[in-house]
């Protein structure tokens, strides 16, 4: 994975170092980067009202090899960071508030998700999962991670063998004692995570059915044997939870729904143990959930 360069990170962290010349450069630097990414080395030292020998060692006191080098990394931070550089807000009014606001990103998700995704792509998960001997869940980041473990208490009621890792390089030993009996469920947000991407493929050389769940574009996507779209495009607030998360959930709990009914018989006895033994320790009451 290539690392990325985090100019105006290391920018703040020296500022109080640097030469008083070299502070009056950062300081027009990160009042405008999208300026300083495209200006000149004589404009910078115009703006700053140093020499244009300053802005030359300015640029190799906070990392770059040169000014050109500093400008490119400008150009990168900004293309990457520009909503958070700028504080887009989350757009909550009075009349909705932050609840509403929320569930109203949630909703959109599920309406997308539901658009998306194909019935038939989840009913051929569902009876891949069936099928299986063994199905172990790959998730990675903050949202997948979590998904990741539901998919296993969603799951695991219904008989199936399952269990979830979040650790990569847990996930590619695992992977490499899968066979053709087992199931891979790879959830990805993005289906962009280069570690993840190989454990899925180390899986499928063994014989291992892949299902994953995410974007259509994604290399995740062309792994998979069966693959179940979800793309949702996150609005410009940068402090609400992401809403896709939501989505992914809703995938989950639509193919072990599926995997249920294939698993009736079997399904509905387990579950009846389950509620019999935790309405012990609760109390009675049918409408409890069953675990959840």
């Known amino acids: 994975m290539t690392y990325q360069f985090d100019i105006v990170s290391n920018i703040k962290s020296l500022q109080d170092e640097l030469k008083a010349s070299e502070r009056k450069v950062a300081e027009i630097i990160l009042n405008d980067l999208e300026w300083a990414g495209n200006a000149s080395i004589h404009e910078m030292a115009a703006k700053a009202g140093v020499s244009e ?55 959109q998700a599920l309406r997308t998700a539901s658009d998306q995704t194909s019935q038939m792509k989840v009913d051929a998960a569902a009876g891949l999962i069936d099928k299986a001997t063994r199905t172990v869940v790959f998730g990675a980041g903050g949202g997948a991670t979590v998904i990741a473990d539901d998919a296993v208490n969603r799951m695991f009621r219904f008989g199936v063998n399952i269990t979830s890792f979040d650790d990569f390089i847990m996930q590619r030993m695992v992977a490499a004692t899968l066979d053709e009996t087992c199931t891979v ?35 995740l996507a062309k792994i998979a044997d069966v693959h179940l779209h979800v793309h949702i495009q996150e609005d410009e607030g940068i402090y609400k939870a992401t809403a896709s998360r939501y989505a992914l959930l809703a995938v989950v709990d639509a193919v072990a729904l599926e995997l249920a009914v294939l698993r009736k018989d079997s399904s509905k006895e387990t579950l009846r143990r389950i509620k019999y033994n935790l309405d012990a320790v609760r109390g009675v009451d049918r409408r409890f959930p069953v675990g959840d």
């Open 185 to 219: 469920l790879v959830i990805s947000t993005t289906g962009q995570i280069p570690e993840i991407n190989e454990n899925a493929e180390i899986a499928k050389q063994y014989g291992a059915r892949v299902v994953a769940i995410t974007r259509g574009d994604s290399p």
């Open 53 to 107: 020998a300053s802005v030359t060692r300015f640029s190799r006191s906070v990392g770059c090899k040169n000014v050109p080098d500093l400008k490119k990394a400008l150009v990168s931070s900004f293309a990457i960071g520009q909503r958070f550089i700028e504080g887009h807000m989350d757009p909550i009014t009075e009349e909705s508030g932050a609840m509403g606001q929320v569930v109203k990103g949630i909703m």
